[in-house]
């Protein structure tokens, strides 16, 4: 009688490929297996289980199987235009913990303490301490300034002409090499960084330096990043005058996400951060609903591997 197949157990997402694009073909589930069918008819199969983020441009379709086999598997669906523009994303990987939300929520509500985390952000993000006795406007005036003269600094270092951060979404060939180049590696990067706030259990429009957006708090786990992956990368590519830009931000994106270790790194980023507010996180209630990504259990005491 032939072995019955193991249960079905999500990565890990510092184990998984961070994004994969998929463009005019139907995705569903067919003979067990994830697949993109093209309109030959050739099925190309998709590991599903072992990709953070799934971004889906115009001309895709996705069945109800599919949608529901990447919820189940922690997956994150993003609908982005043609040029990686964000549109939409759908769904949470495996909901959101109520105790997580609470600890967010209250750090965010409270002006002290949300002041905290902003200081813990800036520092991250620039390897210094922020000025002392600066509001949180202060710091984000703060920091705009020096994001603009990082900008200037990075341009100057790959020969890029440089003028200002200036796109239109509803426009997009008309923005510059550069400016085109970034947008479409900052959709790769706030893409996967949701896909970890989501597996983690926090809410991506419960920001602390950004709010009033949808995904508010991934722009602020994003931030401290963008500098060391994709601004680089997509100034590099802005010099080189490629006739496919978006492409090869997207080909770099992937490179440079697994080179840093990013998906590694944002989870226990985001637990630093929060930490600065100095508050113990509330345990969770009996019935919560687990992590989308859960710890293994152990066999034993600490010196036994799970």
Known sequence: M???????????????????????????????????????GV?????????????LEPGTRVSHAAAALAARVGTLLVWVGEAGVR????????????????????????ETLRLKVVRKMYAMRFGEEPPARRS????????GARVRETYKLIAKKYGVEWKARN?????????????????????CLYGVTEAAVLAAGYAPAVGFIHTG??????????????FDTVVPLAFKIAAKHPSNPE??????????????????????GIEEMLSAGEIIPPAAPDNAV???IPNPESLGDAGHRA
């Open 2 to 40: 032939p072995e019955p197949l193991p249960p079905l157990k999500p990565l890990a997402i510092k184990e998984r490929l961070s994004i994969l694009f998929i463009e005019k073909g139907h995705l569903d589930v067919l003979d067990g297996a994830f697949v993109v069918v093209d309109k030959t």
């Open 43 to 55: 099925r190309t199969h998709v590991p599903i289980g072992g990709v953070a983020c799934l971004m």
């Open 87 to 110: 549109l939409y994303s759908s769904g949470q990987p495996g909901g959101a913990r109520s105790d997580r939300l609470l600890y967010q929520a209250k750090l965010a509500l409270d």
């Open 136 to 143: 949180v406007e202060q710091l984000r005036g703060i920091e």
């Open 167 to 187: 796109y239109d979404t509803d426009d997009w060939d008309k923005g510059d090499i550069p400016n085109r180049c970034l947008s479409a590696a900052t959709a």
């Open 213 to 226: 957006k949808p995904l508010s708090f991934v722009y602020d786990v994003a931030d401290i990043y963008k």
């Open 247 to 268: 492409q090869q931000v997207r080909l770099g994106c992937r490179d440079v996400f697994r080179e840093s270790k990013l998906l590694e790194r944002i989870i226990p």
């Open 290 to 292: 687990q992590p989308a």
